[in-house]
């Protein structure tokens, strides 16, 4: 039942790759389009988000792991799930604490709280 | 609880769907609290999906690494003061670099010798951006972190040597493909690209940083995608190009503030412009006359003033002076002055550096404009003061063709009134121009350090207001 998911690079057909390359070519022009609207305020944090969202490569690491009989390809995989884990962790809590530093002016006027 | 291949797909699918939110929420700053939350969702979403669906047997292990990296990564993001944030990010970069390019060669280890030509090629491809990004961001980071020299190391054929590490690695990666059972040929290529990746990025100067740390955001995330090819995983496919796309956006964005090509920020232009140009010119520039003027002078002169604008650079977070900058904004704001920030796309080391530190100190983003918005202001503006930045500032990038800041986007901090220019000495900025701004009859020059500077100037704000 899994054969497909827990690929061999035999059971990788055309049709498969012609997908990938679709979903590909689409998720790219909506990442330009949706990063293209993302105000100049906050590409530090965008930054840090977009960093962590790349750490999904630990789903690969985690493949690997599935798939693996042999010992070195074992320590292999639980070094690249450690490193991308590292990075989706401290990844979103720096996002939340970035994104909190920017407030709005305070709303009872004029002069600002000291 | 098993699922089967539709339910992992569905999960997937839901996955992706936030961190498309994701990207949509960080475009605003009031939803913005939103983008991270989502993200983190969906990324648990799908590592959870790919646990169940993939039976992963070794908990243990999985469990070890996740620990791994919950004390090592919970700390880092805790504790990295937002002046150091561009060295975070290399070191984030660093760490997910090296795990697709680590798992990469696992697949390859675990697939050899029955690889086929189409996966042996992207897993080849894969490794390449991923062992250079790593040796990249590693350098990147040394430069941020000042263990070396933040200019750029230039030498006779650069570029041409550089090019011959990446074209051997290319064909370590090609003979992989054609003989998958040639292992050797595996750490050789890792090897090349590793080195390759060091030269690219020594080569760059630590201005350059913000357009550097970009495009290695974007090879992560290709490299990231490439793995999805490999193992016919749409939700690392769709993450993966989500993140490239990203860099790359960024990375235009950096070299078009610069008005600068991609290839001149990665095989340098202005860097050996001022290795070619250092020695001999210097001295002669910095004899023509400036206004140096004192503390005091510049409270009479804010205190008369209705408008001002302040333009910070890097050099604020050198001086971690953004709080004392603040502390002068809320004196001129008790005096009913209008205060705003105008800030260059590529002030700092990293994209939206300077609005993260100005926002740590307390300033509402509604204060903080960008270049193309305040450009238009400058003429009426009384006083604008310039902490900490250099070139963006320079004339000379509008009137001198010769300059090799001409044609780059400037803030026109030259029309206004009076410029302040708080600056340690004459020493040229990152492009080796000098700043015709200097020597402007409108320009008074204040000499010393950023934070000391402007902390002297509070307190005579506070003496003579």
Known sequence: MFSVLATAPAVYTTSDLLTNLLVFIMATFLGVELIRHVTRLLHTPLMALTNAISSVSMIAALIVMSETTSTAILILATVGVALASTNIISGFILVERIVRLFKSKPKTAGKPAK | MTLNLDDALALYVAAIVFFILSLRWMSDVKTAKWAGRSAALGMAIGIGATLVAYQI??????????????????????????????????????????????????????????????????????????????????????????????????????????????????VAGAILVAEPSYGWALPVMAALSLVFGFLLVM?????????????????????????????????????????????????????????????NVLFGGVGQKVAKSAPGEKAQVEQRPVQSFSVADVATTLLNASSVVIVPGYGMAVAQAQHTVKEVTDILQEHGIDVKYGIHPVAGRMPGHMNVLLAEANVPYEQLWEMEKINPEFPQTDVVIVVGANDVTNPAARTKPDSPLYGMPIMNVDKAKTVIFIKRSMSPGFSGADNELFYLPNTWMVFGDAKKVLSDLTAALKEQG
Do not use: H, W
């Open chain 2, 57 to 170: 047997q070794q908990i243990d292990l999985l469990l070890g690494a996740l620990l791994v990296g919950f004390v090592v990564g919970t700390p880092i993001a805790l504790r990295v003061p937002t002046t150091a944030l561009p060295q975070r990010t290399a070191v984030s970069q660093a760490f997910g670099s090296l795990a697709v390019a680590l798992v990469g060669a696992a697949e390859y280890y675990d697939y050899a010798p029955n690889v086929n030509r189409f996966t042996m090629t992207v897993l080849s491809a894969e490794m390449i951006l991923g062992f250079l990004t790593f040796a990249g961001s590693c350098i990147a980071f040394a430069k941020l972190q000042e263990l070396i020299p933040g200019r750029p190391f230039v030498y006779p054929g650069k570029n041409f040597v550089s090019m011959v590490f990446l074209g051997a690695a290319g």
């Open chain 2, 203 to 263: 080569g760059i100067g630590g201005a350059d940083m913000p357009t550097v740390i970009a495009i290695l955001n974007s090879y992560t995330g290709m490299s990231a995608a490439a793995l999805g090819f490999v193992l016919n995983n749409k939700l690392l496919i769709v993450a993966g190009s989500l993140d490239g796309s990203s860099g790359f956006v960024l990375a235009v964005i950096m070299s078009q503030a610069m008005n600068r090509s991609f290839t």
